[in-house]
């Protein structure tokens, strides 16, 4: 597994590289890489639908026992199925698409390499159903975060297609952030990070308030990624992408992560918490709001986006209540809305490339030569609106099935009824969608753009290899549909791995005339209705947008909330970022120093002993002292020998302690620093003047005793915990091992030259530089004529111009710097 995805990245790399060389052609090559993956699944898959899943497992840092962890079992099966069997179809599908009108016209320039960052998300989504870890399964979730990012704004010309790419990465990325709380949470809980074994061992504290939130974080990550309310707006807008990346990724693969890592949760967490509530009520809304605005869509390809999120939510509704059989229908509807809904998306995008459009208001009729396309949409939609004999009727008689003999759980009459009325609502926008490409909905007078005003009664016929993964998708629907037994042991098996006690039924295509053919017989009678009305209800639901435009739709609320962050930012930047030197000194230390201080007052024990000799006495005082001249004086010079003064009395400590080679090193310090001090301060004026306002004097003040106080805190918590600590300490380790390891009796030395000799000999090259650009920069400063006469000056007949002449630039330069202090400028 691990060879698979290496495959999938080296690949996808590979084409991206030489995107601009290979064109369209890269298609041909990212094929390989899922095909790669299908036919390793069918050598698997013996074995993992016996129930013997397989594993791989390498260790990354050993000693803290982080490794990566893949598994393959019979639920990870059906999403490879869908990851790679769908991804190889839409790489033969795109090689088409992306074939020119005129053969003349060269291929653009990104197709190769939306080729290998389509072959590159194809990894990273197989990276998130095969992981077994939870961080694997994070870091796979937010590479499949960023390639969507760079596939919905391939085209980087476009503005829309910018801001669409911008929109999904922000929605997506945050709650990715929010999900890696909530999965260090539950693993913290459980003991481990591995799915498996959490499976095998829930986690007890199921009432405990971290746990709870730990689950609503995962939650939120999972509703952004499927575009749950109010997270769906950005799945609209990725519709700016080029169709094959709106197949795979917004209708098959990428949407449908956030689904998976739900129908893995729960069954351990759907009984804890709040997680069957907020759940439920999010996933109905979803389901509701996502038909209702597909219902209002003359783009075909966004009446398909809004279906996506209204069907994402049924899949939540479905996976996420914790029942074995309930789930059952949500893995049947996994692969049915796979199926049907990558061949309708692949349907409008023949329309909108042989075509020019998309709206159906336009499209007026098709030639014989469109005859398969037609039938690969008319049957898709007859799929997605769960008419028999096909792959959907089943997952829709399921799911009903299910909440009617299994929905035993607060609420679960509430969906039922969600789930009824959302049905009738795809019914009607899945004849929507059929009326459309028959051309119910063309209207002559209506202006849309079209590429060389070419329409549907007179566009070219697309080719056998454009239409043919449609058409194996809408095949692979009706055999499902007719004989259920193609796929009733994968699904039998996938449940099981959700669910590992469960008592299944097997898919069949009807079960006799029970309540769910009733509600089936309903909604198809609605739905027609519906249709039949559909003036009429177009006229009711845009009197209930005007009578809702008060409420924010997404999309609003998303661009509401960016612009509020920008204006939060500027203002913010323009408090913080206004220039002032000492507001930034100010601000970073008071966060480095008062951070720490909650953690360290609450360990706080009292000051010990505060006099050991009276020695301490005159050294203490001499570094007061010598700080508040430091703060005082107005000469420069002075200053830094005051400075100085506080580090010589610090060594004056060590020596007072019993440590004379830090003492020794304190005042080599002291001194080199001092030396440079003087090096580079005799070139700026000796004195300082305070222009700051009256105000700035106290606020320093205060941030001095603020800061001060911390470390004082700090130095006496550190020290005093020394004792606190069980075990042997690293002093007495230390101790210990310097003469028989180190071969020194002076601890110090040893430590600084054997136990951490790389951080010493890093500190010495830190001095080395600091000193070298210090003498540079004073040395930089002074001009040629500063430096006395050359050898060759001293012997020329011409003196050289004397250092301080009047007319001499150097003059002119210490003249002015003289002029500056005496007014006291800076």
Known sequence: MFA????????????????????????????????????????????????????ESFSWVGGLGISLDLRLDAFALAMVALVSGIG????????AYFKPHDPSTPVKSNVGRLAGMMTVFAGAMLGVVLSDHLIALFIAWELTSITSYLLIGNDDTSPRARAAALQAILITGMGGLVLLVGLNIVGQAAGTYRLSEIIENVPTTGSSTALNAGLICVLIGAFTKSAQAPFSSWLPGAMVAPTPVSAYLHSATMVKAGVYLVARMAPMFATQGNWRVVLLTVGSATMLIGGLRALRQHDLKLLLAYGTVSQLGFMM????????HIAQAGVVLLL??????????MVVGIVDHEVGTR????LGGFGKGWRLTLVAGVVGAASMAGLPPLFGFISKEKALDGYIEHGDFVGSTVVLTVIVVASILTFAYSARFVLGLLGVFADPDFEASCVDDVDSQRAQAPSLLFVGPALFLTVFTVAVGLAPVIVNRLVETATMALHPEAKLKPVHLWSGFNTAFVLSLAVIGTGTALTVFRSRVAAGLSAASKAMRLVPSSEQSFNFLLRGVGVVARRVTGVLQNGSLPIYVAIIMMTATGVPLIAFAQEWTGFGDVIETPVHVALVAMIISAALGASIVRRRIAAALMLGAVGYAMAGLYVVQGAPDLALTQFAIETLSTVLFVLVLRYLPSTWTHRAPALAAPMRIGVSVFVGVSVFVFALVASGARSDVSGPQQSEIMVENSYTKGKGSNVVNVILVDFRGWDTMGEIAVLLVAAAGAVSLARGGRRRDELGPTFEEIFDDEPAEAVGDSDSPASSLINASARRDEEGQP
Do not use: M, N
């Open 88 to 95: 190889f179809l839409i790489c033969i599908y795109a090689l």
């Open 4 to 55: 698979l995805l290496a495959f999938h990245l080296v690949i996808g790399i590979a084409i991206v590289a030489a995107g601009q060389q290979l064109g369209r052609g890269g298609f041909a090559v990212a094929a390989t890489a899922p095909l790669a993956a299908v036919i390793w699944a069918i050598t698997q898959a013996g074995g993992v639908l016996d129930g013997k899943p397989v594993t």
């Open 336 to 345: 049915a809305h796979g199926a049907f809904k990558a061949a309708l998306f």
């Open 359 to 362: 709206d159906v208001r336009r």
């Open 317 to 324: 509704l479905l996976f996420g209540t914790g029942d074995d």
